[in-house]
């Protein structure tokens, strides 16, 4: 087990709803990174955190939004919901004293727009 | 640009069969590979990264810096070896360390 936890496993939505999804990461892991599994776009990274502040930005869509709290622990937030949205979305973390580091992933949530 | 490409989709082979699993990358950074498996859609775990040099779960990557390539090899597949393999890409550029991941390779051990 690496550690990593994410809520929920599964979220069932409707299109045009907002959900929230959170990521626990492991014990004295400073680095928070979110990650999208599609069928036809593969793994794609979304963002990064790094002790509270942004570090990274990749293929993020505006609707999509995240933060990393002082606890360490972070939430994305997907709004205005399309079908296409429906996908695995993983958090990994890293401790990330040097650059690059290794990262851990969590299990997922599968959301799910219908 | 950053990219990984892994060419094959799926590889089948047979119980004790050689097993090559393809990654090729673009970077004009100084490359940091890793090789992730995801067994039926669970969490991604690390199976081995390029500067370890440790050989997990009989599986081994050399990085080939003249042909921009980590490929993934193991003398002996086993059944309990059928997954889905990434190749991924650590960005450091930016003080970030996200990965570019490739498709992904399934590999099918056959009995």
């Known amino acids: 087990d690496s550690g990593v936890t994410q809520t929920p496993k599964h979220l069932i939505t409707a299109t045009g709803q907002r959900v929230t999804l959170r990521c626990s990461p492991r014990?004295?892991?400073?680095?928070v990174y979110w990650y999208q599994q599609s069928l036809d776009q593969g793994l794609q990274f979304l963002i990064q955190?790094?002790?509270?502040?942004?570090?990274a930005k990749g293929n993020i869509l505006e609707r999509f939004s995240a933060q990393q709290f002082p606890d360490l622990h972070s939430e994305l937030n997907l709004s205005s919901l399309e079908l296409g949205d429906s996908a695995l979305y993983f958090c990994?973390?890293?401790?990330?004293?040097?650059?690059?580091?290794?990262?851990?992933f969590g299990p997922g949530t599968r959301l799910t727009v219908l | 640009a950053q990219r990984v490409t892994q060419p094959e989709k799926l590889l089948s082979v047979f119980k004790g069969a050689p097993v090559e699993l393809k990654c090729n990358y673009s970077?004009?950074?100084?490359?940091?590979l890793f090789w992730y498996v995801q067994y039926s859609r669970q969490r991604l775990q690390l199976l081995l990264r390029?500067?370890s040099r440790e050989s997990i779960k009989g599986f081994t990557a050399d990085l080939n810096k003249g042909e921009t390539s980590f490929h993934l090899k193991k003398p002996f597949a086993q059944e309990e070896d059928s997954a889905m393999y990434y190749c991924?890409?650590?960005?450091?550029?930016?003080?970030?360390?996200?990965?570019?991941f490739g498709q992904g390779t399934t590999l099918q051990v056959k009995p």
């Open positions: 390029h500067i």
């Open positions: 991924a890409l650590s960005v450091s550029a930016g003080n970030t360390g996200k990965l570019i």
């Open positions: 990994a973390s890293s401790v990330a004293r040097t650059i690059p580091d290794t990262q851990y």
């Open positions: 955190y790094y002790n509270g502040e942004e570090r």
């Open positions: 970077y004009s950074g100084s490359p940091e």
């Open positions: 014990s004295g892991d400073l680095s």
